[in-house]
Each structure stands twice: as structure tokens, then as C-alpha cells.
């Protein structure tokens, strides 16, 4: 029901990607804004690769607009993330040490205490490098590698992350090593492994855990690592 006031609508789809065309498709059809803007925010991953991101793109499209989608990844707004471009670009002591010349490897680490503890069933069917790595972990690593950008307008600061990712080598596997966290004790608690967790298929091959080695084929980041580390159920939350 919308009374006589402009009722704008926002849509959050927290929810598993192979939901969110249903959800969007019944939210336009039933649930749209009749006197003002109809929005949706869509949360990571955006497909498995770029096939099933374009599809995932065309689909969305059959019922709304490109300026009504807004794809997000919320660590771009956690605190420590939004202070990285004021730390580098408003501080005349850290602009001239951030290269090579200075920083021999740069470490990106996520790292959580718990597992998927009953919510396995998203997770599985994507895995810690496409749930961590090549979304929230990327972002980061683009943010921090960029050049400079012309101002701090979205545009701009994603023009000089999309430099930074097309300068980057492809990954080898030999870079790269997978993990999936066992049955563990701590404090006295004995805590499931993954394929024990009832949403987790069994013998399940997902990886909870990923390393890789990522370089920069640019001036100022040739021959520096950029380590990505992420996995679930380690010893801390970081
Ligand atoms: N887990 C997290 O902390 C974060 C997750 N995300 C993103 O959020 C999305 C969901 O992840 P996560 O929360 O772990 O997933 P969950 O599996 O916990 O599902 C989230 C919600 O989706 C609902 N849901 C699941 N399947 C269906 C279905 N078939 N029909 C209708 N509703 C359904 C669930 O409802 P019900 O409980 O009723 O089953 C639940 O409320 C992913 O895109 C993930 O990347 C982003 C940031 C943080
Ligand atoms: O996007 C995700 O992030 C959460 C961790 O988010 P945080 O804000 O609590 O650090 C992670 O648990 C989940 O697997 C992933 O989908």
C-alpha cells in the first residue's frame, strides 16, 4: 500500500545469487515504487566468472535499469578501507614510500575464528576465493596499488582500480595453494570441520582456505608480491 507521499523503495538482497532474478523479477512485478525511485543494492558475488556476470547483468536488466542497480562489496565501507586513500593521497610522508623502491611485499589477510556453522549452503557452491579473494580482497589491493586519480569521485577512483587490475599478471597455479578446514579443539569445545556442517555437501572439495601470490606488471609495483591470504575457521579473527 502507498499513501499520497512519495514512497521511495529500496531492495538490500542479502541472499544467495541464485535468488536474486526471482526476488527481483517478483519485487518490480508487486513492489514498485509508484511515485518515486524503486532501487536495489545487490551484495557479492556477481556471478562465477564473466559469462555468468554478463547473464547475471541481462537478466537484472529485463526489469530494471542500469541506474537502479547498484552492485556493492561492503568491505569498501568498513573504516580501515575508506581511511586507506586519505593515509596515501593526503599524507606527504606516505605518497613517496609507496613503490617498490620501499615496500618489498604488500600482505592482504582475512582471516576468521568460526566456519560456515549452518549457512554452508551459499558458501559451497562458491568457495573462499570467489566469497573473499576475488571480491573484497581485490577491491583492497586495487585501492592500495591504484595511481593517484583525478579527484575522489566514484568514476575516477574506479577508472585508475581497472589500470591496476588489466596490469596485473595472470595467476599461475604454482602460486596459489587451497585448504579446507578439519574437526579442531579450542578452550575445551571440539568445534565440526567443514563437510561435517549439515549445509556442506558431503565430501565436499570446496576450499575454506586460499594463498596466492599476486603481481603487478606496472613501474611502480614490478617484482613486489601482494600476498592474499583468507580462510574460514583459523585461530583469529583478523
Ligand atoms: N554471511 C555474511 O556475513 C555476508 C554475506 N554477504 C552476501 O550475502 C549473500 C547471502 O549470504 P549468506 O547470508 O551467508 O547466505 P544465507 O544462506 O545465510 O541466506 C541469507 C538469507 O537468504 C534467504 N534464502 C536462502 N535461500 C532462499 C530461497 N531459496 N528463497 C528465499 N529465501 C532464501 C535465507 O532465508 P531463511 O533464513 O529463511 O532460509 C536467509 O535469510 C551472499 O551474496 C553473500 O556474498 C555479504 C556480506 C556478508
Ligand atoms: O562477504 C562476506 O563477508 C563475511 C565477513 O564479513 P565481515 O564484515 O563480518 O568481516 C563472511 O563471513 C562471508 O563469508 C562473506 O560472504
Redesign the pocket.
Known amino acids: 500500500m502507498q499513501g499520497p507521499r512519495v514512497s521511495n523503495h529500496l531492495f538490500y538482497l542479502?541472499?544467495?545469487?541464485n535468488?536474486f532474478l526471482d526476488v527481483v523479477k517478483c519485487a518490480s512485478k508487486s513492489a514498485s515504487s509508484v511515485s518515486g525511485w524503486t532501487r536495489v543494492i545487490v551484495?557479492?558475488?556477481f556471478g562465477r566468472d564473466s559469462e555468468s556476470s554478463a547473464a547475471l547483468t541481462k537478466g537484472l536488466k529485463q526489469y530494471l535499469t542500469e541506474d537502479q542497480i547498484f552492485r556493492i562489496d561492503?568491505y569498501l565501507g568498513k573504516e580501515l578501507v575508506e581511511n586507506l586513500s586519505v593515509l596515501r593521497f593526503s599524507n606527504l610522508v606516505f605518497e613517496p614510500l609507496w613503490s617498490r623502491q620501499y615496500i618489498r611485499n604488500v600482505q592482504l589477510i582475512f582471516s576468521e575464528d568460526f566456519g560456515t556453522e549452518g549457512?554452508g549452503?551459499?558458501?559451497d557452491s562458491y568457495g573462499i576465493i570467489r566469497?573473499i579473494m576475488q571480491n573484497h580482497l581485490l577491491q583492497i589491493l586495487a585501492l592500495f596499488a591504484m595511481e593517484t586519480p583525478i579527484s575522489l569521485e566514484a568514476e575516477d577512483i574506479r577508472n585508475e582500480k581497472v589500470k591496476v587490475l588489466r596490469s596485473m599478471k595472470p595467476l599461475r597455479l604454482e602460486d596459489v595453494v587451497i585448504g579446507q578446514y578439519k574437526s579442531h579443539t579450542k578452550g575445551g569445545i571440539t568445534y565440526p570441520g567443514y563437510t561435517e556442517d549439515k549445509t556442506v555437501p558431503k565430501g565436499s572439495l570446496t576450499p575454506t582456505f586460499a594463498a596466492a601470490a599476486l603481481f603487478i606488471n606496472n613501474a611502480r609495483w614490478d617484482g613486489v608480491p601482494f600476498l592474499m591470504k583468507a580462510g574460514k575457521a583459523l585461530h583469529t579473527k583478523q
Open positions: 542479502s541472499i544467495p545469487p535468488i551484495e557479492k558475488p561492503h549457512r549452503g551459499y558458501f566469497d
